[in-house]
């Protein structure tokens, strides 16, 4: 550290050290490309920028883990300007409301009306729409009409596979989903309350790392 220049130096701030559930006064914290490269006393950071703290409590942006933008009835735009001022910077969607009902047309738009807003908005591609079989879906989205999207960089995986008959079954279009996301090296959320036992192990073993219901 100290090497390079940084962008800003913020110097004696009030900080909220949230993994150990504390206020920590006096710390300086080093920004550079928006992220927090370091933080603690007396630091010897270079820096373009060289600040004193404002009053108040620093700290990160907030990142919503999972999320339906669409079920708020906003836009990606409106629901920016509604998050951010309470310090999310960050949220992971899964666009499942909207792609049940407008397929891959809906998941384009949720991407491009997304892109350019101060909202980082990463994605997690819609994995069972329908949710099952026996759903009215006014779409269906295949792992042939996925594979494309796992190119893209906003996309970080499988979301919330919630079809768990069709994982324990070996439905063959469901295996794919599941090969394609680990293939290109992103996660996949679970979504299987009270399942137990050797089911819950073959549902763990495709690759599943989370669950809807605890996150
Ligand atoms: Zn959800």
Do not use: W
Not at 66 to 73: A, D, G, K
Not at 174 to 182: E, I, S, V
């Amino acid at each position: 550290m100290g090497r390079s220049l940084c962008d800003v130096l913020v110097k004696k701030a009030t900080i909220a050290d949230i993994a150990n559930g504390r206020i920590v006064h006096d710390v300086d914290i080093a920004v550079d490309s928006g992220y927090i490269v370091d933080i603690g006393r007396h630091l010897k950071a270079r820096a373009l920028h060289v600040r004193q703290a404002r009053e108040g409590i620093y700290v990160p942006g907030f990142i919503d883990s999972h999320v339906h933008i669409e079920s708020s009835f906003l836009s990606p735009a409106g629901f920016s300007d509604l998050v951010l001022p309470f310090g999310t910077t960050t949220a992971v969607v899964d666009p499942h409301e909207i792609a049940n009902v407008a397929g891959q047309t809906g998941l384009d738009y949720m991407l491009k009306a997304s892109a350019e807003i101060p909202l980082d908005v990463r994605f997690m591609l819609p994995s069972c729409v329908p949710a099952s079989p026996f759903e009215s879906s006014g779409a269906t989205l295949s792992a042939k009409d996925l594979e494309p999207y796992f190119q893209n960089d906003r996309i970080l995986g499988l979301a919330e596979v919630m079809d768990v008959p069709a994982v324990l079954s070996g439905n063959e279009d469901m295996l794919k989903k599941l090969a394609l996301a680990r293939l290109s090296g992103k996660v996949v959320d679970g979504h299987a309350p009270l399942l137990f036992g050797s089911e819950l192990a073959a549902y763990a073993a495709v690759g599943v790392r989370s669950d809807h219901e605890g996150s």
